[in-house]
């Protein structure tokens, strides 16, 4: 009889431990479903996220044609500006210097470029004049080489207010041929007024909303407009052999 019980006991203990095994499988293969189920979610989000398209800008001046002038023909060369600013990229940099590219807000190629063909087309429509600068020719006239530096051109977010901050610097050079020179002006004078160096910095406040990347794009037109009212004006003094009177520029 004891050997029966305990034969009994055995069994008992036995099917303990399978149910138990096997509610452990159970689980384990419930646990594995929630998992592969989970993953099969985070692969169908993945197959069906799509990247934001970016937005892309260009700097399109909008300038005021000069009644008259007599600046027929300028070269305006490539801009110089900071590395950390010459890239396709907006770059955003806060009141701590600290800088952030917005990969989905860009120029239309690099900010340097931008700059030079709005200047050219800027100074073009300003002046009524053509730019040469890709051709080099001048049929015998006068033209100007105009010659830009941006060491600053950032827009800046303060805790009150976002900023287009500007420093710029710019080179003119007036070139005609020695029978024009000899004809119009002597020695003296010819070296005297044959080129202007003038600079200038200001800043200028983002109207509307801030984060707004039309209006920082518009903003950073205002300040381009104007770079070429002063360049254009700058450009003229020479034409005309004087060193020009302009708010906010120094000259020599």
């Known amino acids: 009889m004891r050997n029966k019980i305990n034969f009994t006991r055995m069994n008992l203990n036995k099917?303990?431990?399978?149910?138990?095994?096997?509610?452990?499988?159970?689980?384990?293969?419930?646990?594995?479903?929630i998992f592969l189920?989970?993953?099969?979610?985070?692969?169908?989000?993945?197959?069906c996220y799509r990247?934001?398209?970016p937005n892309f800008y260009t700097l399109t001046p909008k300038i005021t044609p000069l009644v008259s002038s007599n600046v027929k023909l300028i070269e305006v060369v490539p801009v110089s500006l900071p590395e950390r600013l010459n890239t396709p990229l907006l770059v955003l940099q806060n009141s701590n210097g600290q800088s952030y590219m917005l990969d989905n807000q860009r120029w239309t190629s690099s900010l340097s470029n931008e700059l030079q063909s709005g200047l050219s087309a800027g100074l073009q429509q300003k002046l009524g004049a053509i730019?040469?600068?890709?051709?080099?020719?001048?049929?015998?006239?006068?033209?100007?080489?105009?010659?830009?530096?941006f060491s600053r051109f950032d827009i800046v977010e303060h805790i009150d207010k976002t900023e287009v901050?500007?420093?710029?610097?710019?080179?003119?050079?007036?070139n005609e041929s020695?029978?024009?020179?000899?004809?119009?002006?002597?020695?003296?004078?010819?070296?005297?007024?044959?080129?202007?160096?003038c600079r200038m910095s200001f800043k200028n406040k983002v109207i509307g909303q801030e984060r707004n990347f039309l209006n920082i794009v518009s903003t950073y037109q205002k300040s381009?407009?104007?770079?070429?009212?002063a360049i254009a004006t700058?450009?003229?003094?020479?034409?005309?052999?004087k060193i020009p009177k302009i708010e906010g520029v120094m000259c020599s």
Do not use: P
Request: net charge positive.
């Open 15 to 33: 099917m303990s431990i399978d149910s138990v095994a096997t509610r452990f499988t159970n689980l384990k293969l419930h646990q594995c479903g």
């Open 37 to 47: 189920l989970a993953l099969g979610v985070g692969v169908g989000f993945t197959g």
């Open 51 to 53: 990247s934001v398209a």
């Open 131 to 149: 730019d040469v600068y890709n051709t080099g020719l001048t049929g015998g006239k006068a033209s100007y080489t105009i010659a830009t530096e």
């Open 165 to 174: 901050e500007v420093m710029a610097a710019w080179v003119i050079k007036r």
């Open 178 to 197: 020695n029978k024009l020179n000899r004809q119009n002006t002597g020695e003296k004078e010819q070296k005297e007024y044959a080129q202007l160096n």
């Open 224 to 229: 381009l407009n104007k770079i070429i009212d």
């Open 234 to 241: 700058s450009t003229i003094a020479v034409d005309e052999r």
